[in-house]
């Protein structure tokens, strides 16, 4: 079935069956390979992408429920890298083996569109989903509250 998605800002045409999880057509489809995938069940947040503006995990969204829809994927967060939160994110040095930061990036970013200067709480309750192997929670809770001063500045 032919389906037109919006992402990253362009009309994207993909011939898919309509139940084809969003994160295979954004990778196999339309060859975006920074969104990840990690189990599957969206349970580990790896394969975050906003969808108008939420945090979605792909991996369980079926396709034709994205048609209508403003995708984002990692690749359109900011083509310089200069979003708040990736500067944040290299800045403090978040990634260990690099694989969840997508995911934890889109998460940040979906955030603090929505809370300009979140509590520590509000963070922890917003990432909770995304998991990170290496254990960088600490270093990701630095990222999100430098994001919140580079965005202030």
């Known amino acids: 079935m032919q389906l037109t998605?919006?992402?990253?800002?362009?009309?994207?045409?993909?011939?898919?069956?309509?139940?084809?999880?969003l994160l295979w057509v954004l990778r196999d489809n339309i060859g975006l390979t920074g969104t990840k995938y990690g189990c599957g069940i969206a349970r580990c947040g790896v394969c975050t992408v906003h969808v108008d503006?939420?945090?979605?995990?792909?991996?369980?969204?079926p396709a034709s429920a994205a048609v209508g829809k403003k995708i984002t994927t990692i690749e359109g967060l900011s083509s310089t890298s200069s979003h708040p939160v990736q500067k944040a994110w290299v800045e403090i040095?978040?990634?260990?083996?690099?694989?969840?930061?997508?995911?934890?990036i889109m998460a940040a970013a979906a955030l603090l569109s929505k809370r300009k200067n979140p509590t520590d709480a509000e963070v922890e309750a917003a990432m909770a989903d995304n998991l990170c192997r290496c254990g960088t929670y600490q270093r990701i809770l630095a990222a999100i509250r430098r994001a919140v001063q580079i965005a202030q500045a």
């Open 93 to 104: 040095g978040v990634p260990q083996c690099g694989y969840c930061q997508s995911g934890q």
């Open 53 to 61: 503006g939420q945090a979605m995990k792909a991996c369980q969204m």
């Open 5 to 21: 998605l919006n992402v990253n800002g362009k009309p994207e045409q993909v011939d898919v069956e309509p139940e084809t999880p």
